[in-house]
C-alpha cells in the first residue's frame, strides 16, 4: 500500500480509503451486515487506514457496521471519518441530537476526521445559520472530534470561498478523469494545495460509471495503448498521480473489488503517468465527450425552476445514460438526486428556462425524456 503524509500531524495516510457508501448487499437489498464487517477488517488487515462513513449511508446502518467492523482492536488501527448532514437539520438543537447519534450508532466516543457533509450554496447557508462550525469547534475542545473539514458538490467559485473561510484541517472532493473541470476539480486541487489543505478524493471511478458497461469506442482506444491496464487502474492511476491528494476513496461492494483495489494502490505513485499514459486518458475522456447529448454546461442560468426541478442535474442524468450505455447504476443513482416533487415529469413545458440557457438547449423536451427513460 501506498502511503501519503497528514502534514498536520505527520501520520502516514493510505492512499486507497475504506468507502461504505456502497456495502455488499443481501437479497433484500439491505447491507450483508457480515459481508460488510469482513470486508472492512480485511482492508485494514491489508494496509487501508483511513474509514470514512456518512450519517445516511444505508439508511444510517453503514454507521451501525461500521462501528462493530471497529470492534476488536481495529479502531486503534484506522483514522474514521464521518459528516454532518446540515440540510437534515432543522435547527440547531437537531443538528446536536444527530452528531449524538453518529456517536452511539459508531459505538465511539471520537471521531477523528469530521467533515460538513455536501457543501452546495444552500447547506454553506445553513451551515453559517446553524452555527455549525463553532459547534464543531466545541466538540472537538471536548475530545469528541479530532479534525475539522468539509465535502463539496458545488462549483468552483463556492470552494475557493469555503476554502477561504476557515482554516480547515482537510477537505473532500470529487475527481475523476471525467471530472477535471467539474466542480471543484484540478483547479480546486491546487487551490486547496496553495492553503497547506489536504485533499481527500471521492468519485474515483465516477460511482463505478468508468469501468462498467464501457462505450465500444472507449474500450478500443484502452485496447491501443501500449500499457495495458484495466478501466479501473487508469482511473485511480490519474487520480494518484496527482501529488496533492491524500487519500482516495473507494466505496467497495465485493471482496474482489477490494483485492483489485489494493493491488492498484499498492502500486500507484504521484508523477508517475508519462505523457503518452497522460494522452490516452485524454483521448478516453474527449471520447467520452463526444457522446454527450446535450452540452449543458452546468452554468444554472435556468435556475430556478417554477416546479423546482433541478434541471442540470436531470440533464446531467441523460447525458449519462447514453455515456454509460444505458448502466444499471444511474438509475439507481437518480431517485437519490431527484426527489418526488422535483423530478423532470413535473415539467410543465412552460419553457420560462429555455429563454435564459446560454447553450439555447431544449430544455422542456429534455425533461420528458429523462422522465421516459427514468420514471
Known amino acids: 500500500m501506498q502511503y501519503r503524509t497528514f502534514h498536520k500531524t505527520g501520520q502516514k495516510v493510505s492512499l486507497l480509503g475504506?468507502?461504505?457508501?456502497?456495502?455488499?448487499?443481501?437479497?433484500?437489498?439491505?447491507?450483508?451486515?457480515?459481508?460488510?464487517?469482513?470486508?472492512?477488517?480485511?482492508?485494514?488487515?491489508?494496509?487501508?487506514?483511513?474509514?470514512?462513513?456518512?450519517?445516511?449511508?444505508?439508511?444510517?446502518?453503514?454507521?451501525?457496521?461500521?462501528?462493530?467492523?471497529?470492534?476488536?482492536?481495529y479502531r486503534e488501527k484506522v483514522l474514521l471519518a464521518d459528516k454532518m448532514p446540515v440540510w437534515l437539520a432543522k435547527d440547531e438543537e437537531k443538528m446536536r441530537a444527530m452528531f449524538d447519534e453518529q456517536l452511539r450508532r459508531l459505538d465511539v466516543d471520537r471521531i477523528d476526521m469530521y467533515l460538513v457533509h455536501n457543501i452546495t450554496a444552500p447547506v454553506w447557508k445553513r451551515a453559517k445559520k446553524f452555527n455549525l462550525l463553532p459547534f464543531l469547534e466545541e466538540k472537538q475542545a471536548e475530545g469528541k472530534i479530532k479534525h475539522i473539514g468539509f465535502s463539496f458538490h458545488d462549483e468552483l467559485p463556492l470552494f475557493k470561498e469555503v476554502i477561504d473561510a476557515y482554516p480547515w484541517d482537510f477537505c473532500q472532493i470529487q475527481l475523476n478523469y471525467m471530472d477535471?473541470?467539474?466542480?471543484?476539480?484540478?483547479?480546486?486541487?491546487?487551490?486547496?494545495?496553495?492553503?497547506?489543505?489536504?485533499?481527500i478524493v471521492m468519485e474515483p471511478l465516477k460511482g463505478g460509471k468508468l469501468t462498467d458497461a464501457l462505450p465500444r469506442t472507449v474500450e478500443a482506444l484502452w485496447k491501443q495503448a501500449q500499457v495495458q491496464r484495466t478501466p479501473a487502474e487508469w482511473a485511480f492511476r490519474w487520480v494518484a498521480n496527482h501529488p496533492e491528494v491524500l487519500t482516495i476513496l473507494s466505496g467497495m461492494s465485493s471482496q474482489e473489488q477490494l483485492s483489485e483495489n489494493l493491488r492498484i494502490l499498492s502500486a500507484a505513485e504521484a508523477n508517475s503517468?508519462?505523457?503518452?499514459?497522460?494522452?490516452?486518458?485524454?483521448?478516453?475522456?474527449?471520447?467520452?465527450?463526444?457522446?454527450?447529448?446535450?452540452?449543458?454546461?452546468?452554468?444554472?442560468?435556468?435556475?430556478?425552476?417554477?416546479?423546482?426541478?433541478?434541471i442540470p442535474t436531470a440533464i446531467n442524468f441523460y447525458n449519462e445514460w447514453f455515456l454509460y450505455e444505458g448502466n444499471p447504476k444511474i438509475k439507481a443513482d437518480y431517485p437519490v438526486w431527484l426527489t418526488e416533487g422535483r423530478r423532470p415529469s413535473d415539467c410543465v413545458a412552460c419553457k420560462a428556462c429555455e429563454g435564459h440557457c446560454p447553450q439555447h438547449l431544449p430544455i422542456s423536451e429534455i425533461m420528458a425524456k429523462t422522465a421516459e427513460i427514468f420514471e
Not at 499514459?277 to 474527449?286: F, H, K, M, R, W
Open 18 to 73: 475504506m468507502g461504505t457508501m456502497r456495502l455488499p448487499l443481501s437479497p433484500d437489498g439491505k447491507p450483508d451486515r457480515q459481508e460488510a464487517v469482513s470486508m472492512i477488517r480485511r482492508s485494514i488487515d491489508q494496509g487501508i487506514n483511513y474509514v470514512d462513513t456518512a450519517y445516511m449511508y444505508h439508511d444510517g446502518e453503514s454507521e451501525k457496521i461500521v462501528g462493530e467492523a471497529l470492534k476488536d482492536g
Open 180 to 199: 477535471k473541470d467539474f466542480q471543484a476539480g484540478e483547479e480546486g486541487l491546487r487551490y486547496a494545495a496553495s492553503k497547506n489543505i489536504p485533499v
Open 273 to 310: 503517468l508519462s505523457p503518452e499514459e497522460l494522452a490516452v486518458i485524454d483521448q478516453v475522456s474527449d471520447e467520452y465527450n463526444k457522446l454527450i447529448q446535450y452540452s449543458c454546461t452546468g452554468c444554472k442560468y435556468c435556475m430556478p425552476c417554477p416546479k423546482k426541478i433541478d
